[in-house]
């Protein structure tokens, strides 16, 4: 069985991330799995591109363009919608005519539009579509924001006042999947239960698998030794936040600010042994604002820096407004640093509430204070570090991932 995973980039956002450990984990189980992408960013032979040409960066831009008339010239929500208008015919590429399976994961971006899509679903080939968000199950927003128009028609989106390009894009959503069948693979239970509620995708088969992780590359190490490396204080505890932008505003990192405060009105003490590291692009941006000593590593991309970044941590604090199932509490979890997240989307699959890490109420900056305490002096940190690593061998390793999708191709197979 030959399979060919498609994604927009191949190493850059959390999507990407999770397809190549999927073709790691695939290819290490005895599938033959490679990814084809439009931003290549490595020498591995399993990965192909795009044939370059100034076609790709055109269609991004036209795409961006037509959001950008649709927002009345403005910027925000530039790139929270996607409308699939421009993007490349991949039915003819080797590749593509190689596989048995074509596995989508996050496509957008100038990547394939509709129509593409479309020629892939009547090209006769066995699909199977990872939502890495709702987009594939609504007209053209990742995260709904407690909108629940994809349950019956959008019509008129909340992130693009004005204009009838919502509907538009449903419509043509509702064309492509007409007479389809399609394996759609969540990545949390959270994520399956929002993409049945789609009058999109009504009749479609809606699995939960979630994403994989290699064990032996993140897992624990010598916490000094990590702090030494990325010039980390030795005598603090650490407390890290890590987002690809650290900005983003459905990150939370303002509610991340306000849990330092409350910490430090509550136990001042901790203004002498603690520290806060922020792993991402614009890091210096937000490390003023803090109330503790931080220190902004910036935006890092090789993977071993990042995992001594994990371990160099005592706690890992993500505060998402909105998440699936998010790669960074999952590469906590394997380095065994327990996890502090509010109650949204897929988390609380992640992290099981005092046992190996602290499920916060949701926009509840308090309660996410106290979730930081409550790992760093109330519970035993060894207990609950133990149990994230057992809870990361038993959900997310690459043969218990594999396995669950090779069981999902093999029934994509026999109709």
């Known amino acids: ?6 994604n ?3 190493r850059t956002g959390g999507a990407a991330v999770a397809a190549s450990r999927l ?14 992408v439009r931003d290549k960013e490595s020498e591995r032979i399993t990965v192909a591109a795009l044939p370059q ?6 269609y991004f831009l036209c795409e961006r363009f037509c959001i950008w008339l649709g927002l009345h010239l403005r910027r925000q929500n530039l790139f929270d919608i996607d409308i699939a208008n421009c993007g490349t015919d991949i039915t003819k590429l080797r590749e593509f005519q190689e596989a048995d399976i074509i596995h989508l994961h996050w496509i957008n971006q100038g990547m394939l539009s509709l129509k593409n899509i479309r020629k892939i679903l009547e090209s006769g080939k066995r699909v199977v579509w990872t939502m890495h968000d709702i987009w594939p199950a609504t007209a053209i927003c990742h995260y ?21 390009m919502a509907k538009h894009v449903w419509n043509q959503k509702v064309r492509m999947l007409q007479g389809q069948r399609i394996t759609f693979v969540c990545c949390s239970e959270w994520l399956a239960g929002e993409a049945k509620k789609s009058a999109l995708l009504k009749g ?12 032996r590359t993140f897992c624990p190490q010598d916490k000094q030794q990590a702090r030494q490396t990325l010039g980390l204080p030795a005598d603090r505890r650490i407390i890290l936040f890590v987002s690809q932008r650290v900005t983003d505003p459905r990150k939370g990192m303002n509610y991340f600010v306000e849990a330092i405060q409350q910490l430090i009105l509550q136990y001042p003490e901790m203004k002498e042994n603690t520290g806060v590291a922020i792993l991402g692009g614009h890091a210096e941006e937000v490390a003023s604002q803090l109330a503790l000593p931080s220190y902004p590593l910036g935006y890092v991309s090789d993977s071993q820096r990042i995992v001594s970044v994990y371990n160099a941590a005592d706690v890992f604090v993500l505060p998402s407004l909105e998440d699936n199932l998010p790669n960074t509490l999952m590469e906590s979890m394997a380095c065994g640093v327990p996890c502090v997240s509010f109650r949204v989307g897929g988390i609380p699959e992640m992290i099981d509430h005092q046992v190996n890490g602290y499920v916060a109420h949701p926009r509840d900056a308090e309660d996410l204070a106290h979730g930081i305490h409550y790992v760093l002096a109330e519970a035993d940190y060894a207990d609950l570090s133990r149990k994230c690593l057992k809870k990361v061998a038993h ?3 690459q043969q218990s991932v594999a396995n669950q999708y090779i069981e999902e191709y093999q029934q994509g197979m026999n109709p």
């Not at 709904?144 to 009838?164: S, T």
């Not at 809606?206 to 064990?215: E, G, H, M, R």
Request: net charge positive; glycine share 8%.
């Open 53 to 58: 040409s100034w076609r790709l960066q055109g």
């Open 23 to 36: 073709m790691e984990a695939l290819n290490n189980n005895g599938i033959k799995a490679k990814m084809l």
């Open 395 to 397: 959900s997310y390793s």
């Open 204 to 215: 479609q088969r809606i699995v939960s698998i979630p994403n994989a992780i290699d064990s």
């Open 8 to 10: 927009t980039s191949e």
């Open 1 to 6: 069985m030959k399979v060919l995973i498609v």
């Open 144 to 164: 709904c924001r407690g909108c629940e128009q994809y349950q019956v028609e959008c019509i008129k989106c909340p992130l693009l006042p004005g204009g009838n």
